[in-house]
C-alpha cells in the first residue's frame, strides 16, 4: 500500500499511524525536501512498530522527522499489511483471525438464505452477532 501525508507531523515525538492493519512491514518512505528534491529517509532514523494496532512510524531515539516542502502529498509511505505472511506463499487464510472467518460466514450465510432482500441487514440477531464478532478488529478514528 502507498500512504501519502502533506508533510510529517510537527511534533517529532508525534507517530504516524498507518492504516489497514496489522501492520507488517514500512518498505520506504520518501518525501520531497524544501528544495523540490524526491529523498528517501534512511531506514535507520525512523523506527515502525508492528506491535501496535494501527502500526506506527516514529523517528528513531535522537532523530527528527525530516523538512518537507510545502504541498499536498509531499510524504509517500509504502508499507506491507494484512494477515497474509510475506514469508512463505502458504495458505493465506490461515492467519486471519478465526471471528473475521466466522463473521464472514454468518454474512454469506444469510445473504443466501434471503436473496430477496434488497436493503442492508435491519438491526437483527445476524447483524447483532457480526457486530460482536468484527468489533475486536475495528480501529476507531476519535
Known amino acids: ?3 501519502y501525508l502533506d508533510g510529517f507531523p510537527k511534533w517529532d515525538s508525534m507517530a ?6 496489522p501492520l507488517q512491514s514500512v518498505t520506504y ?3 520531497t525536501d524544501t528544495d523540490g528534491v524526491e529523498q528517501t529517509w534512511s531506514d535507520t532514523l525512523y523506527t515502525v512498530d ?4 494501527p502500526g506506527t512510524v ?5 532523530q527528527v522527522y525530516p523538512d518537507t516542502r510545502d504541498f499536498q502529498n509531499a510524504v509517500n509511505i509504502r508499507f506491507v499489511s494484512g494477515y497474509a505472511s510475506t514469508s512463505s506463499p502458504v495458505d493465506l487464510r490461515e492467519n486471519v483471525p478465526y471471528t473475521i472467518k466466522l ?3 454468518l454474512l454469506a450465510a444469510h445473504w443466501f438464505e434471503n436473496k430477496e432482500l434488497l436493503a ?6 445476524v447483524a447483532m452477532t457480526y457486530d460482536a464478532l468484527i468489533a475486536p478488529h475495528r480501529i476507531f478514528k476519535f
Request: aromatic share 10%; charged share 25%; no cysteine.
Open 29 to 31: 518512505i520518501k518525501y
Open 50 to 53: 508492528t506491535n501496535k494496532e
Open 16 to 21: 504516524i499511524e498507518i492504516p489497514k492493519p
Open 58 to 62: 516514529i523517528p528513531s531515539y535522537n
Open 120 to 125: 442492508p441487514i435491519a438491526l437483527s440477531e
Open 1 to 3: 500500500w502507498d500512504m
Open 103 to 105: 463473521a464472514i460466514m
